[in-house]
């Protein structure tokens, strides 16, 4: 399907898009010693702005007849994503190179610390003279775009090599289903560049098919996020995790996973209430916010209602909760399966301020009955399966927090909410299958 530019050069925004950020080129490299400053960006300008890792050298020195697969995982979600995919297309194509880009250092780590592509890049900043050497040096026989990473000159120069390309888990959110009129045109090129399109959902196959995608090759596969999302632990391993936080058989867990400042408060004042029942069992509270840096100022918050609060660096340090401490504040990051695994109730943030949600499908696959905010919008297919199964429950505020929590204190079997769990995710998992399926006739 993927024709030359020259015979297809786009839509005028498009090519004003591509003319534009050539001329901003020069100014890019002028700007590099601010841009090594900042956060996303340190240590890694020159390689955005084309000095290409040596990996990608060692990638072409050995490759031989080799086909290669080029995959876009933006951060930590999408490089979880990839990794079951990366099992799917290995098992298919033993042969085949995977050629891995990711936008953030959290991205970059998550796939050192749980799989080996066969290359690890940072995403170049999407200028074309720095796409066209990167597809000239990948030369990758495939492309596989995690979610909706819509670039451009990337697209163009895909386009140009004759690359097969494809949306893996593709989604649509509500911003992006509206774009501006000025980008339509840009994103029907895009899309239309597409040799297939895998989207989560039926919403998110009409929504993408509305914005321009051909019909013909766009396919609803379901969420690879279920395919990603692991199995609940072992009891023994439940049981070590509880006991290290000084939980009972007699006390219930709360655990908060991807908390922002403005949820923290409430998930306090909720837990508060809880406890506040004596006919009811003692809970403790564990709480993950997104980021590190709200990790004081929630433990301010905690001390400011008079309770005694532990970090969970200074329990692992002692092997066990000191006595009478029922709040904890997680201050690591990779560790919150961990938690919600052995959770009684799971809370996910980001959804009782307007976030968007993060993945309430974590702490279902862990086992545990999960409580989100109204606001879900860059979850909304996964909230529409869980929530029509009856493995999610929407609260407005404090109050209703407290009191969804105790009435799955009381009425939810936990062992029949993890088949009934189970059943749905092994449902879901024709994604992985299609999509590696593809990959696999592409590099033939």
């Known amino acids: 399907m993927t024709g030359s530019v020259e015979n297809n050069p786009g839509p005028f925004a498009l090519r004003f898009y591509s003319g534009t950020t050539a001329a901003l080129t020069p100014l890019a490299h002028l700007l590099k010693p601010g841009l090594s400053t900042y956060g996303g960006f340190k240590d890694t300008v020159s390689e955005r702005l084309g000095k290409f890792s040596p990996v990608l050298d060692e990638l072409e020195a050995n490759r031989g007849d080799r086909k290669v697969v080029f995959i876009h995982a933006v951060s930590v979600g999408e490089a979880a994503i990839a990794n079951p995919l990366v099992s799917a297309i290995r098992s298919r194509k033993p042969d085949c190179l995977i050629a ?27 200028l074309p003279g720095v796409m066209r050497r990167l597809v000239d040096k990948l030369r990758p026989d495939c492309f596989l775009d995690i979610e909706i990473e819509l670039w451009p000159n990337l697209f163009r120069a895909l386009v140009e090599a004759g690359v097969p390309m494809a949306l893996a888990n593709g989604r649509i959110s509500d911003r992006s289903a509206n774009p501006p009129s000025i980008v339509r045109s840009v994103y029907r090129w895009m899309l239309g560049s597409l040799d297939a399109l895998f989207m989560r959902s039926a919403e998110d196959v009409e929504r993408v098919i509305g914005l321009g995608a051909p019909e013909d090759r766009t396919h609803l596969a379901g969420n690879l996020k279920f ?25 219930k867990l709360i655990v908060a996973g991807s908390t922002h400042p403005g949820e923290d408060e409430k998930l306090i004042e909720a837990w508060q209430k809880i406890n506040a029942d004596e006919s009811k069992p003692d809970s403790h509270l564990v709480i993950a916010p ?25 329990i692992q340090a002692e092997g066990r909760i000191q006595d009478g401490v029922r709040a904890v504040i997680v201050n690591t990051i990779g560790e919150l399966m961990a938690f919600y695994g052995a959770a009684d109730v799971a809370f996910v943030g980001g959804s009782l301020v307007t976030r968007g949600g993060h993945n309430v499908l974590e702490p279902v696959a862990m086992g545990v009955p999960t409580l989100h905010g109204p606001s879900m919008a860059n979850f909304h297919d996964l909230k529409q399966v869980l929530g029509k199964a009856g493995l999610i429950y929407e609260v407005a505020d404090a109050d209703e927090l407290a009191e969804k929590s105790l009435k799955i204190f009381d009425e939810i079997n936990l062992s029949e909410y993890r088949i009934k769990a189970r059943s749905l995710i092994s449902q879901q998992l024709q994604a992985t299958d ?6 696999a006739g592409k590099i033939n």
């Open 434 to 439: 299609m999509i590696a399926d593809w990959v």
């Open 290 to 314: 997104r980021h590190l840096e709200q990790v004081e100022r929630i433990a301010k918050l905690f001390k400011q209602d008079g309770v005694k609060v532990e970090l969970w660096t200074d």
């Open 227 to 251: 395919a990603a999302c692991g199995e609940p632990p072992e009891i023994e391993e439940r049981d070590r995790v509880r006991c290290m936080l000084g939980v009972t058989d007699e006390n």
């Open 100 to 126: 891995i880009s990711t936008t953030t250092f959290t991205g970059r780590d998550y796939i050192l610390k749980n799989f080996k592509p066969d290359a690890l890049f940072f995403f170049p900043i999407d």
